[in-house]
T-cell receptor
Framework: GAVVSQHPSRVICKSGTSVKIECRSL??????MFWYRQFPKQSLMLMAT?????????EQGVEKDKFLINHASLTLSTLTVTSAHPEDSSFYIC????????????FGPGTRLTVT | QKEVEQNSGPLSVPEGAIASLNCTYS??????FFWYRQYSGKSPELIMF????GDKEDGRFTAQLNKASQYVSLLIRDSQPSDSATYLC???????????FGGGTRVLVKP
């Protein structure tokens, strides 16, 4: 149980285009979902927290107009990287928490974004 | 002082031995503690969580929590080469909602 999927696993896009990444909790309802990114040999960096039906809460320094997060249902959250630039190339990972008194957080397999 | 601290390693362990990983945290009000394993190029995988003082065992893994001393540890028994990874300690600090990660301990299990 507690499986989180992400799609796509890998994407290459041209500078200036937008990319959407989907995160789904497959066997539980996720009241809260989180988006992280990780650069090579660095720690996970939390970008934002989203609750179903609410606006996402972004961490300091993360541009909310650039990284659009939508948590439309209890099993789906999306991250859209708008007007991507090469410096946005990174490993983007979502995670989901069942809530209802459960604090465990399960990570998706990640999406490797390369902006050329 | 960092909120969650781990020795970066690498911790080199012979195959079949016990790997012992430690993590300390600064916020005394923290309630929820997690251990994740992350292989190079992959996302973190939850291997243990512990909320109460004492030991919690799951297969070859044992998590130990001591809130008075503000540390949480992970023991890996009968270590296998496939256990070679970075182990991340994570804490939900008091009044918080998000995980605060330590820097991770790299473990190398040598055949």
């Amino acid at each position: 149980g507690a499986v989180v999927s992400q799609h796509p696993s890998r994407v290459i896009c041209k500078s200036g285009t937008s990319v959407k990444i989907e995160c789904r909790s497959l066997d539980f309802q996720a009241t809260t979902m989180f988006w992280y990114r990780q650069f090579p040999k660095q720690s996970l960096m939390l970008m934002a927290t989203s609750n179903e039906g609410s606006k996402a809460t972004y961490e300091q320094g993360v541009e909310k107009d650039k990284f659009l997060i939508n948590h439309a249902s209890l099993t789906l959250s999306t991250l859209t990287v708008t007007s991507a630039h090469p410096e946005d190339s990174s490993f983007y990972i979502c995670s989901a928490r069942p809530g209802q008194g459960l604090f465990e957080q399960y990570f998706g397999p990640g999406t490797r974004l390369t902006v050329t | 002082q960092k909120e969650v601290e781990q020795n970066s390693g690498p911790l080199s362990v012979p195959e079949g031995a016990i790997a012992s990983l430690n993590c300390t945290y600064s916020d005394r009000g923290s309630q929820s503690f997690f251990w994740y394993r992350q292989y190079s190029g992959k996302s973190p995988e939850l291997i243990m969580f512990i909320y109460s003082n004492g030991d919690k065992e799951d297969g070859r893994f044992t998590a130990q929590l001591n809130k008075a001393s503000q540390y949480v540890s992970l023991l890996i028994r009968d270590s296998q080469p496939s256990d070679s990874a970075t182990y991340l300690c994570a804490v939900i600090i008091a009044a918080g909602n998000k995980l605060t990660f330590g820097g991770g301990t790299r473990v190398l299990v040598k055949p």
